[in-house]
């Protein structure tokens, strides 16, 4: 029973164009979101997070929205580019651990 | 240059052997983690520890075993007991638990079967 789905395994989008990753997740008592960046043979690296209280937290080029009532958030990457080519998870904090999605593989295409 | 080494990078079990992945920081962080990672899934929390001469098992414990006899080392044991150990694990460390701090990752070990 998957508590965090991230229901897109891949995503292509042309570079400059917007990045809209998405999340879902059915326990309504996750309090933190975050999302990490994982290049091929790496460990994820941290990317953004934001709280149950916000609806919204913008870092540079990144931002991501919570909707509570639909139990959804998303990553908006604007303008894409070329590094940002990678998998992106979502994970949401419950009781001091991480709920992690299956990741979305982000591809930018030139 | 601050960070999180795991090692090796590729490790190979023969059956019925026990093997050690190593991690070490030098972040003076109090929380260590363990992940284990398999095709299309999110990572699951093996053990974790938040303090040295400490540790709690996650959401997949058995088969695998922890220490922590220094707050900059946590190797894990993935032991005969468990039966599909094939999968990519990574090691994570943050501040503390107690504060939402983000983790910070290794570059993973690869474990695979003989």
């Known amino acids: 029973d998957q508590q965090v789905k991230q229901n897109s395994p891949s995503l292509s989008v042309q570079e400059g164009r917007i990045s809209i990753l998405n999340c879902d997740y059915t326990n309504s008592m996750f309090d933190y979101f975050l999302w990490y960046k994982k290049y091929p043979a790496e460990g994820p690296t941290f990317l953004i997070s934001?709280?149950?209280i916000k609806d919204k937290n913008e870092d540079g080029r990144f931002t991501v929205f919570l909707n509570k009532s639909a139990k959804h958030l998303s990553l908006h990457i604007v303008p894409s580019q070329p590094g940002d080519s990678a998998v992106y998870f979502c994970a949401a904090h419950s009781n001091y651990q991480l709920i992690w999605g299956a990741g979305t593989k982000l591809i930018i295409k030139p | 240059d601050g960070g999180i080494t795991q090692s090796p990078k590729y490790l190979f079990r023969k059956e019925g052997q026990n093997v050690t992945l190593s991690c070490e920081q030098n972040l003076n962080h109090d929380a260590m983690y363990w992940y284990r990672q398999d095709p299309g899934q999110g990572l699951r929390l093996i053990y974790y520890s938040q303090i040295v001469n400490d540790f709690q098992k996650g959401d997949i414990a058995e088969g695998y075993s922890v220490s922590r006899e220094k707050k900059e080392s946590f190797p894990l044991t993935v032991t005969s007991a468990q039966k599909n150990p094939t999968a990519f694990y990574l090691c994570a460390s943050s501040i503390g638990r107690q504060i939402l701090q983000p983790q910070h990752f290794g570059d993973g070990t690869r474990l695979s079967i003989l």
């Open positions: 934001i709280s149950s």
